[in-house]
Structure formats: C-alpha cells, structure tokens
C-alpha cells in the first residue's frame, strides 16, 4: 500500500519554527514531485511549495517567501518543509501530495497524506 505519512505539526509560539516531514510508505519520492498544501476549516485547500522532480523550488503562497523552504533526503525518502518566523495566520493543516510535476492543482497528484495540524498561537 502507497502512503505518504506527514509529522513534525504541533503548537509554536508567533515567531518559532517547526519543520514538517513527508515520509513515503511503500512509495519511492526520489524523482517525484512534492507538494506542500495548507487548509484551513471553510477556506480551499492552499498550494505552499513544491519541489520538483529535478529538485527545483517552487513558491505557490507569496504570503510564506523568505520563510518556509523545501527540501528532500533521499536517503531517507522523506521530504521537508522548514517554516520559519511562524505567524498565526499560518496555522492550518499541512500535507503534501506526490506527482509526477508540481502543480496547485490537487488532481495532477496521484498520493496524498492525512495532514498534520500545525497551530501557530502565544
């Protein structure tokens, strides 16, 4: 069975960081592309950042740059989402989706997780 395993959400204080994995479960993430997505209750479903099968970054929340980076480790199968200088408005559940190209479209994926909630709050 194919799964992507998300952790690393929790609570965090506006300012600190946190860094979210994306682990593959049976499925290989080496050359697949990894979405990070974002929700919040009654809002759509958010594109974060994407890295691409070549491992190029892209930036899909304007509201995150300078902020949160991408990343994998191959060797570990499991890719990452660094966020940094958190803000309240950041809070949301966050799962990625794996494909064969980066996309802020949920349908171009063919794998997503179950999301881990990351709360942002003093």
């Known amino acids: 069975q194919y799964q992507l395993v998300e952790s690393g959400g929790g609570l965090v204080q506006p300012g600190g960081s946190l860094r979210l994995s994306c682990a593959g479960s049976?499925?290989?993430?080496?050359?697949?592309?990894i979405g990070w997505f974002r929700q919040v209750p009654g809002k759509e479903r958010e594109g974060v950042l994407c890295?691409?099968?070549?491992?190029?970054?892209?930036i899909y929340a304007d509201s995150v740059r300078g902020r949160f980076t991408i990343s994998r480790d191959n060797a570990k199968n499991t890719v990452y989402l660094q966020m940094s200088s958190l803000k309240p408005e950041d809070t949301a559940v966050y799962s990625c989706?794996?494909?064969?190209?980066?996309?802020?479209?949920?349908?171009?994926?063919?794998?997503w997780g179950q999301g881990t909630q990351v709360t942002v709050s003093s």
């Open positions: 989706d794996a494909g064969p190209y980066c996309s802020t479209n949920n349908g171009e994926y063919d794998y």
């Open positions: 049976g499925l290989s993430l080496v050359y697949t592309a």
């Open positions: 890295i691409s099968r070549g491992d190029e970054r892209r």
